[in-house]
């Protein structure tokens, strides 16, 4: 077996495949269909969605202000729910992503490592501590995704103080066994540009301020374990031609399946983008000079001239990828470009919001009402 180090050495080393702009893809329809959520009705009714699986007789929606996944049929039914709040064997404090180990759906948390692993059948529950031993590391290491093998992918924690992830420009991404034995590096996670410290103005010393705009690569995995997507989307300067953005996915055993660049038509920030944002910031109550802390801050984030080319990507069920582009169109809708199996861009599409699970006959998504309350929404794929 080769070990995933290796197949992402010969990710980096292979010659890239070049894709076409989005606008050379056939664009496929998508008619809607089943739609899941309610205003008033607390069986039905959703909250902030943090993921959603479908397969072939359920739909999950994780609820993270709940600490819960909602079970519905895919005719929209409610069936039941798994995880409640708590700290005990299978409950959940704040949980933020899922996905499959065989039969069985696992949750993590965001600030604990703890994995818990249901059963959807009967509904019993297993939760786990998890450790990551890696020598010479002073991290905590949170669990990313189960592997179909039973291995975990992990990275550091987000941690602010002197030495901590956020202080360095990239994450290691490590694979280890359930034990926490490390076995090997995967990847090495650009974080570059997503924290700033900003020291101008401040009467006690300097505050952590985050980007809305960054080049920090996106790492997301497969729903059952069996693949890896890393997509390297470092901003356009301006020189370079043609604009392009980089994805790489390794398979289950450390094989790169492909490497694609893929060409894409970059688009100018505004002058006036960040107005709002940095007007938002400046009520602090330790911003001794407003003026010098706002050209900070308009200092920090114009250091992106035009933005990132992908916000978001989600590994289909049967292997393909699927990538929102930046930049909205007429009507509020993003443009989303898919890749097949073997990298080949295959189709594109609109939707206002983020493609959460999907394979080549359908698309799961999650949908805003007009106050702001979320839906899931499934589409079928005229192709």
């Known amino acids: ?27 496929w329809t998508l008619e809607r269909g089943v739609r899941i959520g309610s205003v008033d009705d607390p069986v039905y009714g959703l909250s902030r969605v943090g993921g959603v699986l479908a397969d072939a007789e359920r739909v999950f929606v994780l609820q993270p202000e709940e600490a819960r996944v909602r ?13 409640r709040r708590g700290e005990g064997p299978g409950e959940l404090m704040r949980p933020n992503g899922m996905g499959w180990h065989g039969s069985r759906l696992w949750v993590k948390e965001s600030r604990s490592p703890r994995l818990t692993f249901f059963d959807v059948a009967t509904g019993e529950a297993e939760t786990i501590q998890y450790r990551a031993n890696v020598p010479g590391s002073l991290h905590r290491w949170m669990p990313l995704t189960v592997l179909a093998d039973g291995r975990f992918v992990a990275s550091p924690e987000l941690a602010t103080g002197p030495g901590g992830a956020m202080a360095a420009s990239e994450l290691a991404i490590i694979v280890t066994e359930p034990d926490g034995t490390l076995r090997d590096t995967l990847a090495r996670q650009s974080i570059e540009g997503l924290i700033g410290r900003i020291t101008a103005g401040r009467s006690v010393g300097e505050t952590l301020v985050s980007s809305p705009i960054t080049d920090m690569d996106l790492i997301t995995f497969a729903p059952d374990g069996s693949s890896v997507v890393l997509v390297k989307r470092q901003g356009w300067d301006g020189r370079q031609a043609p604009a392009e953005f980089e994805v790489t996915r ?21 002058s006036d983008y960040f ?12 911003i001794s000079n407003r003026r010098a802390y706002a050209r900070a801050l308009r200092e920090f984030y114009g250091q992106h001239r035009y933005f990132t080319p992908v916000t978001y990507v989600t590994v289909g069920n049967d292997g393909t990828t699927w990538l929102a582009l930046d ?32 394979d080549l006959t359908e698309v799961w998504a999650v949908e805003m009402d007009a106050l702001d309350i979320p839906y899931i929404v499934q589409y079928d794929i005229v192709r």
């Open 275 to 286: 107005d709002d944002r940095i007007a938002g910031q400046m009520d602090g109550p330790n």
């Open 1 to 27: 077996m080769r070990s995933l180090l290796l197949g992402y050495a010969l990710a980096l080393g292979a010659a890239p495949v070049s894709g076409p702009v989005s606008g050379q893809v056939p664009e």
């Open 71 to 83: 079970v519905f049929s895919r005719a929209g039914e409610f069936v039941r729910d798994l995880g």
């Open 250 to 270: 390794i398979d289950l055993h450390g094989d790169t399946v492909y490497r694609r660049r893929i060409e894409y038509e970059p688009r100018r920030v505004p």
């Open 327 to 358: 930049g909205t169109r007429e009507g509020g809708e993003r443009e989303w470009l898919v890749l097949d199996d073997s990298g080949s861009t295959i189709g594109r599409f609109r939707l206002p919001r983020g493609v959460r699970s999907a």
